[in-house]
């Protein structure tokens, strides 16, 4: 039957442990990756980009890995803490005008 | 903030009335673009233009119409709606041929009843 909502994966961690979000994504052309943050009733918000001459790249509590062999990438948060629960969502751009495809989405539950 | 503002936040409509979702920036960015999210769909793009101009219809149905008139606001007129069509809706923004990410507005939640 029809399903009645998006069954999005769940990550749950303890607060202070690392967390790692996988995305694999479709197109080989792709040629920029962005993760992006979704918290209840607000519009994504972004995180973090790499381009694909870079396989990791580092922000504030953030890393994201890019593997081209297999078409994945990988956010890992350091130190997760409460605030970080959220859906967390790649998107691929094949290059032009910065159309973006996104992945499913994954939800993040940070437990005290 | 990111700097991209839509409104209404929320909006019910019945499905004979006719009405607008607004987005603007004031970011200098070149490029607007309308995404859905609903409960039984990922992100899925709609309409893009770049310079004004609409470059990508991803086919949307006609009781969804976009306007652009310059390149700081977008539009998305609404008519005619059904019931399935309730969602969030989403308005982004990019500067294009800089190598950096378009940034989302906080969308307009719609219910059509």
């Known amino acids: 039957g029809e399903s009645v909502g998006l069954h999005l994966p769940t990550l749950s961690v303890q607060e202070g442990d690392n967390s790692i979000i996988n995305c694999a994504y479709s197109?080989?052309?792709?040629?920029?990756f962005i993760w992006y943050k979704q918290e209840s009733g607000k519009g994504p918000q972004f995180i973090i980009d790499?381009?694909?001459?870079?396989d990791k790249r580092q922000g504030q509590r953030v890393t994201v890995l890019l593997n081209k062999t297999v078409k994945h990438l990988s956010l890992q948060i350091a130190a997760t803490q409460p605030g970080d629960s959220a859906v967390y969502f790649c998107?691929?751009?094949?290059?032009?005008?910065?159309?973006?495809?996104f992945g499913a989405g994954t939800r993040l539950a940070v437990h005290p | 903030e990111t700097g991209v503002t839509q409104t209404p936040r929320h909006l019910v409509m019945g499905m004979t009335n006719k009405k607008s979702l607004k987005c603007e920036q004031h970011l200098g960015h070149n490029a607007m673009y309308w995404y859905k999210q609903s409960a039984k769909k990922p992100l899925e793009l709609m309409f893009v233009y770049s310079l004004e101009e609409r470059v990508e219809n991803n086919s949307v149905p006609s009781r969804f119409s976009p306007e652009c008139p310059n390149s700081s606001h977008l539009f998305l007129h609404l008519h005619t709606l059904q019931p399935e069509d309730s969602a969030l809706y989403l308005c982004?923004?990019?500067?294009?041929?800089?190598?950096?990410?378009?940034?989302f507005g906080q969308g307009t939640r719609l219910t059509v009843v």
């Open positions: 197109n080989s052309a792709s040629d920029y």
């Open positions: 790499i381009r694909s001459n870079m």
């Open positions: 982004a923004s990019s500067l294009l041929g800089t190598g950096k990410p378009a940034f």
């Open positions: 998107a691929e751009i094949p290059g032009g005008y910065n159309k973006l495809i």
